[in-house]
């Protein structure tokens, strides 16, 4: 009996060890877990000397468009980052710092976006983030951001709602965490409305993507033109999908109506399609004016077919105004590294690695909530000009509109003459007249 | 979406652009009617053989020889062997399957996304463009409006496809055995028609009319990879209205889906787009089987 009751204690405790005994016994399970535990730190560690650190290089996550009708904005972002990187890295980095950018594709989409963001974020913990081109996107991601709690200095897409506190309107997504270093629609527009003002036009259209873009476009189009009193009748509207092959029934729509002049915020592939388009029906004589918004950012990287000369078009940078120290060399430097003018994308993604060296150096750290306060009111100056982050966190940047001229000496299309219009708080406040449409600065 | 004006003006060259655009998705849907008509096949990649039938046209243009109609013929034949490949490596072997349709659909799925993804391979995902040939290369201008001359000749092109092919269908000896053997496979079999050759055979003339679409709409339009996606939906549409393994009706249908195509923008500033998609849920609602409904008409 009490043999059997040992044994039956032993049995217990045999069963009690079993499954101890079995993982010891197992190599295969233990293996496992040896790599899974080494992985598990080399992660860990990859993620402090990524970003929580501050030795190593200082790590900042880029989206743009690399794929798709627009591609060649991520295309030309890519130079603005690579000329910026290392121009900082061969002098001396970012308070000895090198600086690494991780680029990604957004393929236009919000959702994308905010995958590769989450991914740049909690994979690869950057310290800051920039980019953007497309205001639909930077529409979804901006309440994202503020989730994530990382800065985010978009240089491109221009929707004046990210730039505008939530709440001020029911589009509204602006948080602590969004900067933008680029103009934004709302600036944009202000200055067609003054080239409007100029001209001898009063019938007005549009042709924009069927989108919040286009239709952001010509709201603050005809408001600005009500603010500032400018005699405009608007006639005809017409908002093709993205990446629309064929545009002729739209153009032809346009052309029955027969305006005087023509806005249009199309852009990328879509904008070249359409000229070209536009071209062999006749656009271009019966219409007076064409007002391209988004132009100059598809003209110089595009092969195909150009903005026609004596046409309108604004741009966010412009190579040769300001005509400043630090504009001429980066125009020039430029031109010798690519053999083209930069872009404005190209300038607005240059310019943000800046902004992040000026900010992490100033502020002695690469922590968000760092960064943020030295991005919130931060003055800087760069190519584009001196500028100022404004109480919504947009750059007082100035709306700049030209006339489509063929430059031989750069062998490119450029404005001249150009005009730059002042696009502050209180001009833009005054031109939006009664509109509720928030300023977005 | 507002209206654009209450009375629309329609042009001369609104009727000359939808006709045009009309004719491009005839050359698709034609192609993706004969196949189902007689394979049984809902061939989910004519677009995509629609884009490459562009590319390779932009392609030879541009790299091998400056002559449009020789880079289209190219461009066609090109797509037509891409096809009977597909057909003879992969679709062949789905034929006999007890459920072979959703197998069927599954696998021309899959090339969708092969071609897709080979041609941004080749040729990025940039869009590219081509002047229409010289000769007519000139605005015709009509009652204030104007259009490509070019336009024309598409028109006449796919009304001459339509006769050529009702000709071929009716008066020949190898459309008696494609109509046979739609109308009774193991039968047209029975009586020693090499029907595998066949099916190929007709798969191959569907593929090189979808390659002929995309080489000749290469002027009208820009090419990008989104466009098999953009014109196969509407193809369907076409193909729908028309009638499923109809000819007519898919010259029908493709011309009214054409006119809508052009003329909407006239009635709504945006989401034209969609009108396409409302008469086919009409047809389907009233006339189920399509305006030219039936096989081999």
Known sequence: ??????????????????????????????????????????????????????????????????????????????????????????????????????????????????????????????????????????????????????????????????????????????????????????????????????????????????????????????????????????????????????????????????????????????????????????????????????????????????????????????????????????????????????????????????LYKDAIESAGSTEASALVDEFTGMEHSGPVGEYQFSETNQATVASVWGTVTYDDEWESNVLDPVNRYEAGPDVLSEALGDSDLPTGI | MSLTSLVPLIGISDVVIGLSLGSRLFLIAVGLSLIFGVLGVLNFAHGGFYMLGAYVTLAVVSNVIDNFWIAAVVGALAVGIVGAVIEFSAIRRLYDRVDSDLDQLIVTFGFVLVIHETVRFIWGSGSYSIDPP???????????????????????????????????????????????????????????????????????????????GGALSAPLQSTSPALGDQVIIDAFIVVVIGGLGSMSGAFVGAMLIGMMQSLGPQFISAGSIAIPFLAMVIVLLIRPEGLFGGIGE
């Open chain 1, 1 to 354: 009996m009490e043999t059997e009751i040992g044994d039956d204690e032993n049995k217990e405790k045999q069963t009690g060890e079993t499954p101890t005994s079995s993982a010891s016994q197992s190599p295969i399970g233990r293996r496992r877990f040896l790599q899974a535990t080494g992985a598990g730190t080399a992660v860990a560690l990859a993620g402090c000397s990524g970003g929580g650190g501050d030795s190593g290089p200082v790590t900042l996550g880029a989206a743009y468009i690399l794929s798709g009708f627009a591609s060649l904005y991520g295309e030309e972002a890519e130079r603005g980052i690579e000329f910026a990187q290392s121009r900082i890295n061969d002098n001396g980095g970012i308070d000895g710092r090198e600086v690494d950018v991780i680029v990604r594709d957004t393929e236009a989409s919000g959702d994308t976006a905010i995958q590769q963001i989450r991914s740049l974020v909690q994979e690869d913990n950057v310290d800051g983030l920039f980019g953007l081109d497309s205001s639909g996107v930077a529409q979804a991601v901006a309440p994202q951001i503020s989730q994530l709690q990382v800065p985010f200095m978009i240089t491109h897409a221009a929707t004046p709602f990210v730039t505008s506190p939530q709440g001020e309107h029911e589009d509204s997504v602006g948080n602590e965490y969004v900067f933008r270093d680029s103009n934004s629609l709302a600036q944009d527009v202000y200055g067609a409305a003054r080239v409007a003002e100029e001209l001898d036009a009063t019938e007005w259209a549009t042709i924009g993507p069927d989108y919040a873009f286009g239709y952001e476009t010509w709201d603050y189009f005809q408001a600005y033109c009500d603010g500032l009193g400018v005699e405009a009748e608007f006639t005809a509207e017409q908002f093709p999908a993205l990446a629309t092959s064929d545009y002729t029934p739209f153009i032809s729509s346009i052309l029955d109506a027969d305006p005087d002049a023509v806005l249009t915020p199309l852009w990328g592939a879509d904008l070249t399609t359409f000229i070209g388009q536009a071209e062999d029906a006749g656009w271009f004589d019966q219409i007076d004016h064409t007002l391209f918004s988004v132009g100059m950012g598809t003209d110089y990287p595009s092969d195909g077919s150009p903005l026609p000369e004596g046409e309108y078009a604004s741009t966010r940078y412009d190579p040769f105004v300001p005509d400043s120290e630090t504009n001429n060399s980066f125009r020039e430097a430029y031109y010798e590294e690519y053999g083209t003018l930069p872009t404005y994308n190209a300038e607005g993604a240059y310019r943000a690695l800046y």
């Open chain 2, 134 to 212: 010289d000769v007519f290369n000139f605005s015709v201008t009509f009652g204030g409006s104007t259009f490509n001359a070019y336009r024309l000749v598409v028109i006449g092109l796919a009304v001459a496809v339509l006769i050529g092919l009702w000709l071929f269908i009716t008066r020949t000896y190898f459309g008696s055995l494609v109509r046979g053997t739609s109308s009774d496979r193991e039968m047209a079999a029975m009586l020693g028609v090499d029907v595998p050759r066949l099916y190929t055979g007709v798969f191959f003339l569907g593929s090189v009319l979808a390659g002929l």
